[in-house]
């Protein structure tokens, strides 16, 4: 995004003031900042709680890495982005925000349709336009900040409105003008559309419309330029700021503790693991827990910034077991095991039978629609019926992998958890296992995942849970 503008011409792109008089006295003052920001919610995980932010929040956040959450969800969330906020359809926060804007517009039509014209209004609007440009161009061209500020001085405006000189439309157009040499080329054509509206008041709603989202791309400009150093700081910026919370807060981590003690006496590695230590092996186990959660259990408080996005992994993880566990059901039927195509086609489509699943009842309405698709597959490429015995047996066998103690759904999910309980150990993955060929990639995804995630947060909290564990010995 360009937002220096053209420092070397500046005074000449933009040298005419709007409704500028030769015979007026003119008063220059610092106009006052606005306390009026715009906000943002962090994109995540649906159904996660939203975060808002000022844009100065964001700005102190990424200069300082004052902000723990922030720093914590750049470094973990490489798609992570800032997006307008907009409270929920039919909210009350939706229904008040839409009438206040609905009242401003009115006001302002009426005050400029009155005679004479009021601008108390439209005054207050320009002196808010020249506060969001401070913001876009973040102070890197003084030359075009202090044209801006000369141009939208709030005294200038008002004596050109007492004098009966004030051209309400060309200050819109000196804005629009501004916009277009500095917008991304993405907000190209929506300033483009700005100088076909005639109605003005619609001209400085569109201006408003455009200066919030052109914010929100210096936002995520600033946000991807940072990216590196904040991750390049964030595990000792983190564990800086919860040693610094520990100060405070004494009232421990229960769930924490729980967490890894029930860990603790399982904790000796396994055949073909390379462990330096038996803590590091209780908590790696612990870590492995988080892959099928019981809800019952209280979530680990260490682990509570990533709460969402270890349960997305988890229905991940169950939906791949399924997914597999289907396929290992279809090998034994000729025609699959025989057709290495054809599996390859019906894992394809067993995906998408099962990609919206979301939990164990879930997969087990879903499961009947599998084997109705099975069975069509089989009968349209053998061209007759099913034996009905070897029908029953294997529609049996689909529907009970829906069910954990499915032993051919157990046998999956044992491999699938050796090969994460070895990722977490290994700095490269594994070979994929047996039975997980078709879906190598969303195993690979998923592990990779589940790996950075996981060492992410032992960098950051490894001393503290070795600390607790301690504790269990004595």
Same mark, same amino acid.
């Given at each position: 995004?360009?937002?220096?503008?053209?420092?070397?011409?500046?005074? @000449?792109?933009?040298?005419? =003031?709007?409704?500028?008089?030769?015979?007026?006295?003119? +008063?220059?003052?610092?106009?006052?900042?606005?306390?009026?920001?715009?906000?943002?919610?962090?994109?995540?995980?649906?159904?996660?709680?939203?975060?808002?932010?000022?844009?100065?929040?964001?700005?102190?956040?990424?200069?300082?890495?004052?902000?723990?959450?922030?720093?914590?969800?750049?470094?973990?969330?490489?798609?992570?982005?800032?997006?307008?906020?907009?409270?929920?359809?039919?909210?009350?926060?939706?229904?008040?925000?839409?009438?206040? !804007?609905?009242?401003?517009?009115?006001?302002?039509?009426?005050?400029?349709?009155?005679?004479?014209?009021?601008? @108390?209004?439209?005054?207050?609007?320009?002196?808010?336009?020249? @506060?969001?440009?401070?913001?876009?161009?973040?102070?890197?061209?003084?030359?075009?900040?202090?044209?801006?500020?000369?141009?939208?001085?709030?005294?200038?405006?008002?004596?050109?409105?007492?004098?009966?000189?004030?051209?309400?439309?060309?200050?819109?157009?000196? *804005?629009?003008?501004?916009?277009?040499?500095?917008?991304?080329?993405?907000?190209?054509?929506?300033?483009?559309?700005?100088?076909?509206? +005639?109605?003005?008041? +619609?001209?400085? /709603?569109?201006?408003?419309?455009?200066?919030?989202?052109?914010?929100?791309?210096?936002?995520?400009?600033?946000?991807? =330029?940072?990216?590196?150093?904040?991750?390049?700081?964030?595990?000792?910026?983190?564990?800086?700021?919860?040693?610094?919370?520990?100060? !405070?807060?004494?009232?421990?981590?229960?769930?924490? +503790?729980?967490?890894?003690?029930? !860990?603790?006496?399982?904790?000796?590695?396994?055949?073909?693991?390379?462990?330096?230590?038996?803590?590091?092996?209780? *908590?790696?186990?612990?870590?492995?827990?988080?892959?099928?959660?019981?809800?019952?259990?209280?979530?680990?408080?260490?682990?509570?910034?990533?709460?969402?996005?270890?349960?997305?992994?988890?229905?991940?993880?169950?939906?791949?077991?399924?997914?597999?566990?289907?396929?290992?059901?279809?090998?034994?039927?000729?025609?699959?095991?025989?057709?290495?195509?054809?599996?390859?086609?019906?894992?394809?489509?067993?995906?998408?039978?099962?990609?919206?699943?979301?939990?164990?009842?879930?997969?087990? @309405?879903?499961?009947?629609? *599998?084997?109705?698709?099975?069975?069509?597959?089989?009968?349209?490429?053998?061209?007759?019926?099913?034996?009905?015995?070897?029908?029953?047996?294997?529609?049996?066998?689909?529907?009970?992998?829906?069910?954990?103690?499915?032993?051919?759904?157990?046998?999956?999910?044992?491999?699938?958890?050796?090969?994460? /309980?070895?990722?977490?150990?290994?700095?490269?993955?594994?070979?994929?296992?047996?039975?997980?060929?078709?879906?190598?990639?969303?195993?690979?995804?998923?592990?990779?995942?589940?790996?950075?995630?996981?060492?992410?947060?032992?960098?950051?909290?490894?001393?503290?849970?070795?600390?607790?564990?301690?504790?269990?010995?004595?």
């Amino acid at each position: 995004m360009d937002s220096s503008g053209s420092d070397g011409n500046c005074s @000449d792109n933009f040298s005419t =003031s709007p409704g500028a008089s030769s015979t007026m006295s003119r +008063e220059r003052t610092d106009s006052e900042s606005s306390d009026k920001q715009a906000r943002f919610v962090f994109a995540g995980i649906p159904g996660s709680a939203p975060k808002v932010l000022t844009m100065n929040e964001v700005m102190d956040c990424m200069k300082n890495i004052q902000n723990m959450t922030l720093a914590h969800e750049i470094a973990i969330n490489p798609e992570f982005k800032l997006e307008p906020f907009e409270p929920p359809q039919n909210s009350l926060e939706r229904r008040v925000k839409d009438m206040v !804007h609905k009242a401003f517009w009115n006001l302002l039509r009426e005050q400029l349709s009155s005679d004479p014209p009021c601008y @108390d209004h439209a005054i207050q609007l320009l002196t808010d336009i020249k @506060d969001y440009f401070d913001h876009i161009f973040i102070h890197n061209n003084k030359r075009i900040l202090q044209r801006i500020a000369e141009v939208l001085d709030a005294n200038l405006i008002r004596q050109q409105a007492e004098q009966g000189v004030l051209d309400f439309r060309a200050y819109a157009n000196f *804005v629009i003008d501004i916009m277009a040499k500095s917008c991304a080329p993405v907000r190209d054509e929506q300033i483009a559309k700005l100088r076909e509206i +005639e109605d003005v008041v +619609e001209v400085f /709603r569109g201006i408003m419309e455009a200066l919030t989202v052109m914010r929100l791309d210096v936002a995520n400009c600033f946000l991807e =330029s940072a990216r590196a150093e904040v991750i390049a700081n964030s595990v000792e910026y983190e564990k800086h700021k919860f040693k610094e919370y520990l100060k !405070h807060y004494t009232a421990g981590f229960p769930a924490t +503790e729980s967490w890894l003690k029930r !860990h603790f006496a399982a904790a000796a590695p396994s055949d073909g693991e390379t462990v330096t230590s038996p803590v590091k092996s209780t *908590v790696m186990n612990a870590y492995l827990e988080l892959t099928d959660w019981n809800i019952e259990n209280e979530f680990p408080e260490m682990l509570a910034m990533d709460k969402d996005r270890i349960e997305t992994l988890q229905k991940r993880i169950n939906r791949l077991n399924a997914c597999t566990t289907v396929l290992a059901l279809a090998s034994g039927v000729p025609l699959f095991a025989q057709n290495p195509n054809m599996k390859s086609a019906f894992a394809r489509e067993v995906e998408i039978l099962l990609q919206e699943v979301q939990n164990e009842a879930h997969l087990n @309405d879903l499961m009947e629609n *599998v084997w109705v698709h099975m069975k069509g597959v089989i009968e349209k490429q053998q061209k007759v019926q099913f034996d009905k015995d070897n029908e029953d047996a294997l529609k049996n066998q689909i529907l009970q992998a829906a069910k954990k103690d499915s032993l051919v759904r157990k046998l999956i999910w044992k491999r699938l958890t050796t090969y994460l /309980r070895m990722c977490l150990y290994s700095k490269s993955l594994p070979p994929t296992p047996p039975g997980f060929e078709e879906f190598a990639t969303e195993l690979e995804a998923i592990s990779n995942s589940f790996k950075s995630l996981i060492a992410y947060n032992y960098a950051v909290y490894g001393e503290f849970y070795q600390e607790m564990i301690a504790k269990f010995t004595v």
